[in-house]
């Protein structure tokens, strides 16, 4: 019972991150900046969800796959981000 | 509720897709809206394929996963089907004309 | 109504409304850059709806093919318009089309509506399957009935999916050669940084999950088209990366790779009437064995397929080869 609270309450923080990542998308006003609200949802929301959920799972195999989606996640958003960015660099335009 | 909920949106998507092919004239537009119907038929056999009383039905779940691979190769085809026409005539849209 | 079934009717309508939305913004939008990523995002939602309305297979398949390979396509198609207009064109202006607006938007309106009206009458007693052919999916010896219907009851429509596959390169070629358009991606000059690192780690893991899904097909979600759309990616990312080089021979290995698939199925189609009265029957024993071997040759060909389809070259060349000489695409 106790571990379903540790669940409610660490996806409930990850959605939150979701929010404010997705708030910050849409009113932050350039390429930079938005990145960085995405990287907050991206990294922390998805790995308190994943966090929640291997508590709610508690098998290994489980425990494992979560946290592998959790790792995948991180690496491509690193490198979309990185590409974004690059290519607003290269682009040289507003938004 | 959920079959009829999907049955709304199904045909409201293929309402979409279908004004989108009416209105838009440029070619890449058009050929998405010509997606977003067939997305739409594919929802609307699996939504009768979910309600099936005994679990879903497998035989139109194989049609739509078939024709999601049918799509994307008539959209690849499509895509250099506009290449080959914006190559020919340096116009976006087949109703352009000479007016400019 | 209990709260579970309250919160899942609730996230069937924000499903249904994003659905919608993302619709009317990809088709009626400004800029094809945003229309292309609003369609794209749309597929991803497809693919929630699909697995939320019990098809996990779909949900795989949308995911990698309707938003992943048609998102690529549709993304290069962007880079193809800006690249090849005229340059006193307008940039990828909408005419005023033949049918006005007003009379259009009643008009799709009453499709829909209509459409939705008479598949929603559709009697749900028993639904459009036989009964005696979910029994035989039921006895069937691949235990994932969408497989059975794919290689088996339904052999034909997947064949000549193939074919239609196969078709669609051959056509792009064809008009691709004719008006000597090149291959949309050209080798870049310098490769990206954090790319080849990405693709290292990302190789193993798309390989490994790719030929997974082709071995789960058979009793859980997953099959040939799932596990080549995912192979196929992987080959869009080669691509990316630079380290596929197109080339304009058409190369052996390609060629192969392009037809094996629908090559192997007409040859078993052929062969099962030596022991069956039609085509395209299993055969008694080693039906199992046979099925892996064509759905690996259906894998190889749908990926490789899609990923020339992407690029629009003839063949492609794998450079820096450590482990394919020659070419993996």
New interface residues.
Partial sequence: MLTDWWTIALVTVGCAFFLAGTVGLLRFPDVHTRLHALTKADNVGLGLICLGLMIHDGTLPGILRLGFIWI?AI??A??SA??IA?WHESAGTED | ????????????????????V?????L??RL??A??MA??V???L?????????????????????G??????????A??????F???T????P??GDDD | MPVSDLL??GF??LL?IG??WL??Q???GTG?FR??VM?MV?GLM?AV??AR???P??AL??AA??AG??GA??L???R??VS???SD?QP????????P?WL??P???A???????L??S?P??????PEA??KA?ETHFLDN??T???LD??AI??LL?MA??L???V??RV??D??R?PALYPVPDHP?P??PS?LA??TP?LLLTGLYLFWAGSHAPGGA?QAGALLGALGVMYQLAGRFTPTHEPGTVNALLITVGLGLFSLFACLSLLWAPAPLSHPEQGAYALVLLIEFALMLS?AA??VL??V?SRSLQLRRSTNHPGGRQ
Avoid at chain 2, 52 to 65: E, F, K, R
Avoid at chain 3, 124 to 129: L, S
């Fill in positions: 995948l690496f491509a690193t490198v990185f590409l690059r | 509720m959920t079959g009829w909920l999907f049955s709304v949106t199904a045909g409201l998507l293929f309402a979409i897709g279908l004004y989108g009416l209105i838009r004239t440029e890449v537009r998405l809206a997606n977003v997305t739409a594919f929802l609307f699996i939504v009768v394929a979910a309600e099936t009383p005994d679990g879903p039905d497998p035989v139109p779940q194989a049609m739509v996963l078939t999601i691979v049918i799509a994307v190769s008539l959209t690849a085809f895509l250099a089907l506009i290449r080959h914006r190559a020919v340096g116009e976006s849209d109703e352009g | 899942a009717s069937d309508v249904c659905l919608l619709a009317w990809a088709i009626t094809l229309s292309v369609f749309f497809m709806t699909w309305l019990g098809s297979d779909l398949a949308e093919i309707g390979i048609t396509l549709l290069n198609a962007c193809a318009a090849e207009m005229r064109e990828l202006r909408d005419r005023p089309s033949g049918v607006k259009a938007l008009l799709s309106l499709a829909g509506v209509g459409l939705a009206w598949m929603h559709i749900r007693d028993g639904g459009p399957t052919a979910i999916a009935p969408i059975s219907v794919l009851f339904r429509d997947t999916e239609v596959l078709l669609a390169l056509g792009a008009l691709l004719q008006r358009l990206m954090m790319l990405l780690m990302i893991v088209f749908i397929t899609l389809l992407f629009g």
